[in-house]
């Protein structure tokens, strides 16, 4: 998946993210920047892909591993 970064910067409230650790297994956060980082749960995590307004999508890829898919976006 090919990502293009916005040439103009956007603001932003909370970053939720989706990553994979070492070991395969997703971590959920959710990020104020330069504030704080809290490890949420998968559903709230999938409850704010669902219900809040996201102004930005960036994917995040493993190299090496297609099938791990990592996310983050902005709201």
């Known amino acids: ?3 293009i970064p916005s040439p103009i910067p956007i603001r932003y409230e909370y970053v939720y993210s989706a990553t ?3 070991s395969g ?3 959920y956060h959710k990020i ?3 504030v ?3 490890r949420i749960s998968r559903q709230e995590f999938i409850r ?3 219900d809040l307004t996201i102004i930005a999508l960036h994917p995040l890829p493993l190299h ?3 099938a791990v898919f990592q996310l983050e976006f902005y709201v």
């Open 36 to 38: 704080s980082k809290l």
């Open 48 to 50: 704010a892909y669902n």
């Open 32 to 34: 104020r920047p330069g």
């Open 64 to 66: 090496g591993q297609d």
């Open 25 to 27: 297994r997703m971590q």
């Open 1 to 3: 998946m090919k990502y």
């Open 20 to 22: 994979a650790n070492r």
